[in-house]
């Protein structure tokens, strides 16, 4: 499976961005999907993922209430809706896939595919 992030960008606090992931390739139809991010220093952090072929998603404690993971199935194309941005959100975001998966892993090693990273700066 192939995975090309795009979206990403400089936003003031409290603004908005959405983030995309062209998702291409065989036996995505059972993956799961995911968010990921890493900022300098930092290790690469879970932020959100979902069942290709269902409605189970699930969101790290610090983007509830804000970032909303989703999917079209028709552009075969997965979203992260990123509300009310902070400073600390800043860090550059990949999308990953998990083949043939049946639960939602929140590590980082249990992803065989990723894309590109696209970088999200929030200024205060």
């Known amino acids: 499976v192939q995975l090309q992030a795009s979206g990403g960008g400089l936003v003031q606090a409290g603004g908005s961005l959405r983030l995309s992931c062209a998702v291409s390739g065989r036996a995505f139809s059972r993956s799961v999907m995911a968010w990921f991010r890493q900022a300098p220093g930092k290790e690469r952090e879970f932020v959100a993922g979902m069942m290709w072929s269902g409605d189970m998603t699930v969101h790290t404690d610090s983007v509830k209430g804000r970032f909303t993971i989703s999917k079209d199935s028709a552009e075969n194309t997965v979203y992260l809706q990123m509300n009310n941005l902070k400073p600390e959100d800043t860090a550059v975001y990949y999308c990953?896939?998990?083949?043939?998966?049946?639960?939602?892993?929140?590590?980082?090693?249990?992803?065989?595919?990723w894309g590109q990273g696209t970088q999200v700066t929030v200024s205060s």
């Open positions: 990953a896939a998990d083949l043939a998966a049946k639960f939602i892993m929140r590590s980082a090693r249990a992803y065989t595919s």
